[in-house]
């Protein structure tokens, strides 16, 4: 098992630029502080974004390419990932923070919902205020999961487990994505689980990485039971990357999909009215204007404060047991 970890690190020091001379073509670090923003490659929407930036320049290092310029006068740089998955975004990631001065790096994306029908439902919203890396686990002989693939066989070296948000950068998302939900009613064919149609917004997220797609409910109790995730495609790579560089994350995630909500679909997946986006893109469309939101209210507040990288939870005791109440982070909402 080391020669694999070894390459794999290895890999992943030389795109951060240690260990090696700089090479042809790396652009120079940009000193501007700016507030990345990572944009998952599907579903293939980018218009709400690209379109809110201004004064682009486009910046490529290697397979990924950055475009820098200003959302509502912020200084920001986007990536849309080359190609899919977590470990992708997380390789860009860890890119971009090597490239830029980073004060934050926001995660704009969509999710599969965990809970059941009736509890969660596609459109509703999901805040990243806890990060679970629910595929790193140890699959016992008698089928049981436990935390941790090598915690029982490696004791003592570094790991990271959950990983969470600042509790202010968490109330600064929270008013933002409670100002777009009530501006955004749920269409009818994606039967909204609040009765005004209203997305819900799950202000104490637990978010699930992992690079399973499981339909399976009852692996997906299963990993529940150990992790405690509500949804599915949070994005903890990403968050350790940044996590390493000390930079701050911020992950917001709208239900795309669920096999609670639509147990009779493909993949979860509600059918959409003939002309109209589906799920994901609608999903994914809700989860940028949070975003487009956070950057024009708080971004400037953001690139002069100094925020923090829990691994440690940094909250009150029994937040988690109430998700749905904001619990003091709306206190602040401009």
């Known amino acids: 098992m080391i020669?694999?970890?070894?390459?794999?690190?290895?890999?992943?020091?030389?795109?951060?630029?240690?260990?090696?001379?700089?090479?042809?073509?790396?652009?120079?670090?940009?000193?501007?502080?700016?507030?990345?923003?990572?944009?998952?490659?599907?579903?293939?929407?980018?218009?709400?974004?690209?379109?809110?930036?201004?004064?682009?320049?486009?910046?490529?290092?290697?397979?990924?390419?950055?475009?820098?310029?200003?959302?509502?006068?912020?200084?920001?740089?986007?990536?849309?990932?080359?190609?899919?998955?977590?470990?992708?975004?997380?390789?860009?990631?860890?890119?971009?923070?090597?490239?830029?001065?980073?004060?934050?790096?926001?995660?704009?994306?969509?999710?599969g919902g965990h809970l059941p029908r009736g509890e969660m439902g596609v459109g509703d919203v999901v805040l990243g205020a806890k990060n679970v890396d629910h595929g790193n686990y140890y699959l016992s002989p008698k089928g049981e999961i436990e935390a941790g693939e090598f915690n029982a066989i490696q004791p003592g070296m570094l790991h990271y487990g959950p990983l969470y948000a600042d509790p202010r950068l968490l109330a600064m998302l929270a008013c933002s994505a409670t100002r777009v939900a009530k501006q955004a009613p749920l269409p009818a064919w994606l039967e909204p689980v609040a009765a005004d149609k209203r997305p819900q917004i799950f202000f104490y997220g637990i978010q699930g990485s992992s690079t399973i797609w499981s339909d399976n409910q009852a692996y997906t109790e299963a990993t529940m039971k150990v992790f405690h995730e509500i949804d599915e495609d949070g994005d903890w790579y990403s968050n350790l990357a940044a996590t390493l560089y000390h930079v701050?994350?911020?992950?917001?995630?709208?239900?795309?999909?669920?096999?609670?909500?639509?147990?009779?679909?493909?993949?979860?997946?509600?059918?959409?009215?003939?002309?109209?986006?589906?799920?994901?893109?609608?999903?994914?469309?809700?989860?940028?204007?949070?975003?487009?939101?956070?950057?024009?209210?708080?971004?400037?507040?953001?690139?002069?404060?100094?925020?923090?990288?829990?691994?440690e939870d940094p909250f009150p005791a029994g937040v988690f047991d109430k998700m749905r109440e904001p619990q003091g982070l709306l206190q602040g909402c401009k």
Do not use: W
């Open 3 to 111: 020669r694999p970890i070894v390459t794999t690190l290895v890999v992943l020091l030389s795109l951060a630029g240690y260990g090696c001379a700089q090479r042809p073509g790396t652009p120079a670090y940009d000193p501007t502080p700016r507030i990345g923003v990572l944009i998952p490659k599907g579903p293939p929407d980018y218009a709400l974004l690209l379109d809110a930036l201004q004064g682009a320049k486009l910046v490529t290092d290697g397979p990924f390419e950055y475009r820098t310029g200003s959302i509502s006068g912020v200084a920001v740089v986007l990536t849309i990932q080359p190609t899919d998955g977590e470990v992708m975004r997380a390789l860009g990631a860890i890119t971009m923070d090597h490239d830029f001065n980073l004060r934050a790096v926001l995660y704009p994306g969509t999710s």
């Open 248 to 311: 701050p994350f911020i992950e917001v995630s709208v239900i795309s999909n669920s096999i609670f909500a639509f147990p009779e679909r493909s993949h979860g997946t509600p059918e959409s009215p003939k002309g109209e986006p589906n799920s994901h893109v609608f999903a994914q469309r809700e989860s940028n204007r949070i975003a487009l939101d956070l950057i024009g209210r708080y971004g400037k507040t953001i690139l002069a404060g100094s925020y923090s990288t829990p691994t």
